[in-house]
């Protein structure tokens, strides 16, 4: 591009969280490069709705637990496209609850590959560039999203919780060694249900309208509200960093509070 405008790079460019931080930053002046697995229809779409808005964008499909695919496409943006200044890795690992002798090797593993691995390895081939920015006083930022999985292990989440789990440990690793030299990290602890359609959406079917039915009017993450959290993370100043958040709705329980103890639960009947 021409004007080799900062990049916004998101791997896990849904319908959700992902497009529409894309939006988010593509409004505020970033090219949004959307990245996900499939569905080209609707990867155009969401970069089509972006350019209608007057934003620059560009989607591609990626296979992010294939070897290289991670690495290669920050290798291309960075050449063709421009430098990457913040970047989003909204990949989930959710495959639903499973008990333990019904979670094979193979699913467990693609878990932590797309849960935990792909941070390592976006982190790896993006931030030498942005550290040698960062010394010439452009700071970057790796924004995580993660989930209720990352804080605390449910029963028949074996696979998404630790891979959740890692992903934070991570991030707090990378933070550590990173902040310092310019780079702010991130992690985004989205503890309740959010109105995406290609991930919640997808994992309960049919049932979907009927749950956010259910939830209330303000039971569900609107994933545009989200998104400013986002851009908010992202456009903070060195003295003021946030390294972990989390967000639900207002008529939900925080993680830590959920399942009371009822012999020190105030809102338990006597």
Not at 138 to 163: E, I, K, P, W, Y
Request: glycine share 12%; charged share 20%; aromatic share 6%.
């Amino acid at each position: 591009m021409a004007d080799r405008k900062p990049v916004f790079l998101v791997i896990g460019a849904g319908a959700g969280i992902g497009g529409h931080a894309a939006k988010r930053f593509a409004a505020g002046g970033y090219h949004a490069v959307l990245a996900r697995r499939s569905d080209e229809k609707g990867l155009q779409r969401l970069v089509g709705q972006i350019e209608d808005a007057g934003g620059s964008a560009s989607g591609l499909l990626l296979n992010a637990s294939e070897d290289g695919a991670i690495e290669d496409l920050v290798a291309q943006v960075e050449q063709d496209i421009g430098p990457i200044e913040s970047a989003l890795y909204n990949l989930g690992a959710q495959i639903g609850n499973r008990k333990l002798h019904d979670t094979p090797h193979r699913t467990f593993e693609l878990g932590w590959r797309l849960g935990c691995y792909g941070v390592f390895r976006l982190a790896h081939a993006m931030f030498p560039a942005m550290v040698e920015r960062a010394n010439n006083g452009r700071n970057g930022s790796l924004l995580v999203t993660s989930a209720t999985s990352a804080v605390r292990g449910n029963a028949g989440q074996h696979s998404h919780a630790a891979a959740m789990g890692g992903r934070r440990m991570l991030c707090q690793t990378l933070n550590a060694e990173f902040g310092p030299q310019g780079i702010h990290v991130a992690h985004i602890v989205v503890d309740g249900a959010v109105d995406a359609p290609d991930t919640l959406g997808k994992l309960l079917g049919d049932k979907f309208e009927a749950f956010k039915q259910s939830k209330g009017e303000e039971g569900v993450i609107d994933p545009a509200a989200l998104a400013e959290t986002y851009w908010h993370l992202a456009q903070q100043p060195k003295n003021c960093w946030t390294h972990e958040v989390d967000a639900r709705p207002w008529t939900d329980v925080a993680w830590w509070n959920d399942n009371p103890n009822s012999a020190i639960d105030t809102q338990a009947k006597r």
